[in-house]
């Protein structure tokens, strides 16, 4: 096992911190993404009800 494999095994906190910086990018993203096409069109699901 390499130096970064051990260090990684041995701080459980730093893999939570860094998949929660990941898993809150990637919401982020999907969010600004979604904001193009804004709730006032014609294919946002609420529009139907």
């Given amino acids: ?3 970064l494999q051990t260090w990684w ?3 459980p906190w ?3 911190g860094l998949k ?3 898993y809150a ?3 982020l993203a999907l969010v600004y ?3 193009y096409r804004g709730v ?3 294919h ?3 529009n139907e009800f």
């Fill in 25 to 27: 990018a990637i919401l």
């Fill in 40 to 42: 006032g069109g014609g």
């Fill in 9 to 11: 095994a041995a701080h």
């Fill in 44 to 46: 946002f699901i609420y």
């Fill in 20 to 22: 929660t910086l990941v």
């Fill in 33 to 35: 993404l979604y904001s």
């Fill in 1 to 3: 096992m390499t130096r």
């Fill in 14 to 16: 730093v893999q939570f």
